[in-house]
């Protein structure tokens, strides 16, 4: 089955700097990879997601980036505030079940 | 619009006892799934269903049943719960398996 690998676990970046979270993903083919976030004792929730047919999308501060020949992809913010701090869950789906596996998380802290 | 509902928010239970979470939503969606959730290891598919009366296994199925007679419901049985079981259980529903997964509440379940 698919496997997703995800790093850094913890992350702290100074407000305003960029915060980077990489994962890589097992099955070839996967073709849709969401990111979520989730705040403490809430539930997760989806904040972008990219297909297999687009190598990069954008949403204000936040983009993620897909490498399909080295199957990883990456979720960058840009300008973080303090509300960032948050877990954030990378996510890879074949898209024919509702079979979305997980990256263990990482914890992002986002000091002043 | 109330989404994914899942009830009871807290439980505990002793060795042994059985419980159903409950989970519904009302977006009309075909897929639901549920996952657990333990520090340090995402989100793990437990069963996952693409419509009424198909169910299937994910990846940490063992010690839990489900059934999907209706759009709306996709309850979670726990047979003999055990203390592995302790951890925070989640509903999602999403319109298929390339759009957003919408996320309940999720379940505390503490087994003594």
């Known amino acids: 089955g698919e496997n997703v690998e995800q790093h850094p676990s913890t992350l702290s970046v100074q407000e305003g700097d960029s915060a980077v979270i990489k994962c890589t993903y097992s099955d070839s083919a996967s073709n849709y990879f969401p990111w979520y976030k989730q705040e403490l004792g809430k539930r997760p929730q989806l904040i972008i997601d990219?297909?297999?047919?687009?190598g990069e999308k954008k949403d204000q501060r936040i983009a993620v980036t897909l490498n399909k020949t080295a199957k990883h992809f990456s979720l960058h913010i840009t300008e973080t505030q303090p509300e960032d701090s948050a877990v954030y869950f990378c996510a890879a789906s074949t898209g024919t079940a509702s079979k979305l596996t997980f990256g263990t998380g990482t914890r992002l802290q986002v000091t002043l | 619009n109330a989404g994914v509902t899942q009830t009871p928010k807290f439980q505990v239970l002793k060795t042994g006892q059985s419980m159903t979470l409950q989970c519904a939503q009302d977006m009309n969606h075909e897929y639901m799934s549920w996952y657990r959730q333990d520090p340090g290891m995402g989100l793990r598919l437990i069963h996952y269903?693409?419509?009424?009366?198909?169910?299937d296994q994910g990846e940490v199925p063992n010690g839990y049943n489900v059934s999907r007679s209706t759009t709306e419901d996709f309850p979670l049985r726990l047979l003999s719960a055990a203390p592995s079981q302790t951890s925070v259980y989640f509903c999602?529903?999403?319109?298929?398996?390339?759009?957003?997964?919408?996320f309940g509440q999720g379940t505390r379940l503490t087994v003594v």
């Open positions: 269903s693409v419509g009424a009366g198909i169910t």
């Open positions: 990219i297909r297999s047919n687009v």
């Open positions: 999602a529903s999403s319109y298929s398996g390339e759009t957003e997964a919408f």
